[in-house]
C-alpha cells in the first residue's frame, strides 16, 4: 500500500499530465494568448486585412471557453477620439447573483447604456439636495436605483481591432494603460484587473508588416501571425453547430457570433468555407532538436508548422467550451452567456487561472544552460549587426526573449530551456521589432564602398522573417 507522500506525489504527476494534454489540445492562437497570460505581457496578432473581424472574433471565444475571461473588441478607426476609445474598453460589472428583474441597467439588452453618463448623475451634487431644508420632494425628487449608471470595469481580455488604423493619441494612450494599468475617464480612475490581457489585432500582408506605433511595437511582447487557411476553430464549430441562426444573430448588425461592427462591408463568412479540418492524434515527441511537434490538420497539414508556430503536440476532437460563461464584448459589440449556454448547463473554462499561475510559477524555475545563453545572446549580437537591420533590437526586446524561451519550457513539459527554443522565441519576438533598412544608401556598408546598386539587390524582399530565418542559419547552435 503506497504511503501518503507516495500518494501526493502520484496525484501531482497525474494533474501535471492532465494540464500537459490540454495545452497540446490548444490552437496557435491559444498557445499565443497562453504565454501571454503566463508573462503577464500583452501581443500582436494579424492575419490578412480581409480577416481581421473573424480572428478578433475567434480570440473573443477563445477568450471565454478556452480561458474564462471577459472579452471586448474595440475597433479602431483614423477618426476615433481618445473618449471612444476609454467607454469602449469598459464592460459593467455583473453580480454573480441572478439580474433583479426591476432594475434595466442588468437587462443583458441595456448593457452599455453607460457610454454616455448624465451630468450629476451619481456625483457629489445628486445626493447634495436630499440634505436640504425644505427642499421640495416634487421639484427635486430622491434619486432611485434604477437611475444610477450601471458600475464598469475594464475587460480582462481587450481586441484592439486595427490599433494601427487609430490615430496616433489613441494608440499612446493604449500605451499608458499598458504601462500604468489604469485609465483616466471623465468622470473616474478605472484599475486594470489582475488578469488582463491587450490584443493589438492588425491586418497586414505578412507577421513582419504588421505594426502599430514604435514604443507600442517594443512594449508588446510577442507578435504572431495567423494564416486564415489554417482556420478558425470556434467560429467554424459555430457554424456547424448552427448557433449562428438559432441564437438570435440574424440582425444585419451582428455578425457570425452576434458580434457587430461599424465597418460598412460587413462580410463574416470567410471562416465559414475555410477547408480546416480535424485529423487524429498523431504521436506527439519533443527534444532539443524540434521542441515543436507536428499539428495534424488535414490537408492543412505541413512541415513549415513545426519551426513557424507555437504548436507543441496535436489537437484533440472539437469541444464546446464554457459556454455559460459571462461574456460582455463591447458597448456596441456583445453577445450574451445566456444565449450561448451549452445541453447540460455551463462548463468550466479549458485552463483555469490557477493552472496559468502554475504554468507560471514552473517558468520561473526553468534552467538556462550556459552554452544556450551563449546561443541566445549570439543571436540577439547578429540581429543588431544584420545589413538590413536599422533598429528594433532594443533591451525590451532581450528581456521579452528571456521571458518567452522560459515560459515555451513548461508547455512542453520541460524545467529547461532548449537551442530549438530559444529559435521558436527569437521568432515571435523580433517579427513586429525589427525595422529594415528602407533606404539603400543608408545601408552601413556603403560607408566602405558598397555599390548602390548591389545593396539594392541585396535589401530587395528582406523582412523581418528573412532577417530571422538568415541569423539562425548562421549562428552555431550549441550541441
Known amino acids: 500500500m503506497k504511503t501518503a507522500p507516495e500518494m501526493e506525489d502520484d496525484n501531482k504527476e497525474r494533474q501535471q499530465a492532465e494540464l500537459l494534454d490540454k495545452i497540446h489540445s490548444l490552437s496557435d492562437l491559444e498557445l499565443a494568448v497562453l504565454l501571454s497570460l503566463i508573462a503577464r505581457e500583452h501581443c500582436l496578432i494579424?492575419?490578412?486585412?480581409?480577416?481581421?473581424?473573424?480572428?478578433?472574433?475567434?480570440l473573443c471565444l477563445t477568450a471565454v471557453k478556452t480561458f474564462g475571461l471577459t472579452p471586448v473588441i474595440v475597433p479602431c478607426h483614423s477618426q476615433m477620439t481618445l473618449d471612444e476609445?476609454?467607454?469602449?474598453?469598459?464592460?459593467?460589472?455583473?453580480p454573480p447573483s441572478s439580474p433583479q428583474p426591476n432594475n434595466n441597467n442588468a437587462n443583458p439588452q441595456h448593457y452599455h447604456s453607460h457610454r454616455s453618463v448624465p451630468s450629476g448623475s451619481g456625483s457629489y451634487f445628486s445626493s447634495k439636495h436630499n440634505n436640504v431644508p425644505g427642499s421640495s420632494s416634487s421639484a427635486h425628487p430622491p434619486p432611485q436605483q434604477q437611475q444610477q449608471p450601471p458600475a464598469t470595469q475594464i475587460a480582462n481580455v481587450v481586441l484592439a481591432q486595427n490599433l494601427d488604423h487609430a490615430p496616433r493619441a489613441v494608440q499612446i494612450q493604449a500605451l499608458d494603460l499598458l504601462r500604468t494599468r489604469r485609465l483616466f475617464t471623465r468622470t473616474s480612475v478605472q484599475t486594470a484587473p489582475k488578469q488582463f490581457l491587450f490584443v493589438a489585432v492588425v491586418g497586414a500582408e505578412s507577421g513582419g508588416q504588421a505594426r502599430v506605433t514604435h514604443h507600442m511595437n517594443d512594449f508588446l511582447y510577442l507578435a504572431h501571425w495567423h494564416d486564415p487557411e489554417d482556420g478558425f476553430t470556434y467560429l467554424e464549430e459555430q457554424a456547424e453547430e448552427g448557433w449562428a441562426t438559432g441564437v438570435g444573430f440574424g440582425s444585419s448588425r451582428m455578425g457570425i457570433m452576434g458580434v457587430g461592427n461599424n465597418n460598412d462591408n460587413n462580410d463574416d463568412s470567410h471562416g465559414d468555407d475555410s477547408p480546416y479540418t480535424k485529423a487524429d492524434d498523431d504521436r506527439a515527441s519533443i527534444d532539443s532538436g524540434s521542441s515543436v511537434v507536428k499539428r495534424g490538420v488535414g490537408s492543412m497539414a505541413n512541415s513549415g508548422l513545426i519551426h513557424e508556430s507555437y504548436h507543441s503536440a496535436l489537437s484533440g476532437p472539437g469541444r464546446l467550451g464554457a459556454l455559460g460563461a459571462p461574456v460582455s464584448l463591447s458597448p456596441q459589440l456583445t453577445f450574451h452567456s445566456n444565449e450561448l449556454t451549452a445541453v447540460g448547463g455551463p462548463q468550466p473554462p479549458l485552463l483555469s487561472d490557477s493552472e496559468i499561475a502554475h504554468l507560471a510559477h514552473l517558468s520561473l524555475s526553468v534552467c538556462v544552460d550556459i552554452d544556450v545563453r551563449r546561443y541566445q545572446m549570439n543571436i540577439v549580437a547578429f540581429l543588431r549587426i544584420h545589413r538590413a537591420v536599422s533598429g528594433g533590437v532594443t533591451p525590451q526586446a532581450t528581456k521579452h526573449f528571456e521571458q518567452l524561451m522560459r515560459s515555451l519550457a513548461p508547455l512542453h513539459g520541460l524545467d529547461f530551456v532548449t537551442p530549438a527554443l530559444v529559435g521558436l522565441a527569437a521568432k515571435k519576438v523580433y517579427l513586429h521589432r525589427i525595422e529594415i533598412v528602407t533606404q539603400p544608401e543608408r545601408e552601413r556598408s556603403m560607408q566602405w564602398g558598397s555599390e548602390l546598386a548591389a545593396v539594392e539587390a541585396m535589401l530587395d524582399g528582406v523582412g523581418p522573417e528573412e532577417v530571422i530565418e538568415d541569423v539562425l542559419g548562421m549562428v552555431a547552435v550549441p550541441q
Not at 85 to 94: G, R
Open 46 to 58: 494579424s492575419t490578412e486585412p480581409d480577416f481581421v473581424e473573424d480572428l478578433s472574433k475567434e
Open 85 to 94: 476609445f476609454a467607454a469602449a474598453l469598459l464592460v459593467p460589472v455583473t
